[in-house]
């Protein structure tokens, strides 16, 4: 079985600041994805960024990163230049390349102070 | 493209009724997966097509709650007869693989 663990519930940065979010995960696939979602207060889930197991490249969109450190089993996102639209719920997200489940983290609700 | 489509968007019924949400996919998405959030549980799988087809439906908590999908651009998922403990929000997401989803901006349903 797979599960995802984000040990943060709240967190909270300046505008314009770094913000690194962390996410564990537990697999015993060889093959996985793993990705971050957030969901707004409009609860609209959106994804923010993926990453491939076997890439040892970590992902990058725009302000979102990850830091990718598969023997540890770790997949932090970190937002650079925060904007108060980047206040949200946060989902990180763990799947098999058959897709046969899903799994999901408990969230981590972040604050943008202006 | 529009994104996956939910209706309605919110939705509030009597206990012992029956419910209907309605899902459209995005066009050309073979994979469809029904989600149900709260805040005691969080996000959790119910089903997931394939090609319409169900594939796994070992999220459903019970017999109340069915899903199909009589074509590739049109799913529901009903709950029959509805429980207060059915509150939540329901999403609907869709994929062109399994392993990557996007979501539709779900239905809170609230049974009263």
């Known amino acids: 079985a797979q599960t995802v663990t984000q040990s943060q519930p709240e967190m909270s940065v300046q505008e314009a600041e770094t913000v690194t979010l962390s996410c564990t995960y537990d697999?015993?696939?060889?093959?996985?994805?793993l990705f971050w979602y957030k969901q707004p207060p409009s609860r609209q889930m959106i994804l923010v960024i993926r990453q491939e197991a076997y890439k040892q490249q970590n992902a990058t969109e725009n302000r979102f990163s990850v830091n990718f450190q598969k023997a540890a089993k770790s997949f932090s996102l970190k937002i650079s230049d925060s904007q108060l639209g980047d206040a949200a719920m946060y989902f990180c997200?763990?799947?098999?390349?058959?897709?046969?489940?899903?799994?999901f983290g408990t969230g981590t609700s972040l604050t943008v102070i202006p | 493209d529009a994104g996956v489509i939910q209706s309605p968007r919110h939705e509030v019924t009597e206990m012992g009724q029956e419910v209907t949400l309605r899902c459209k996919p995005i066009s050309g998405h073979d994979y469809l997966f029904w989600y149900r959030q709260t805040m005691m549980r969080g996000l959790e799988l119910l089903i997931y097509?394939?090609?319409?087809?169900?594939?796994?439906d070992s999220g459903m908590p019970e017999d109340r709650f069915s899903a199909k999908m009589p074509n590739a651009s049109f799913s529901t998922l009903k709950i029959q007869p509805s429980e207060p403990r059915d509150s939540a929000v329901y999403f609907c997401a869709s994929s062109p693989y399994p392993y990557e989803q996007y979501f539709g901006p779900g239905t809170r349903l609230t049974v009263t």
């Open positions: 097509f394939n090609n319409n087809v169900p594939i796994d």
């Open positions: 697999t015993s696939e060889s093959d996985y994805y």
């Open positions: 997200a763990c799947t098999t390349n058959t897709g046969n489940q899903f799994y």
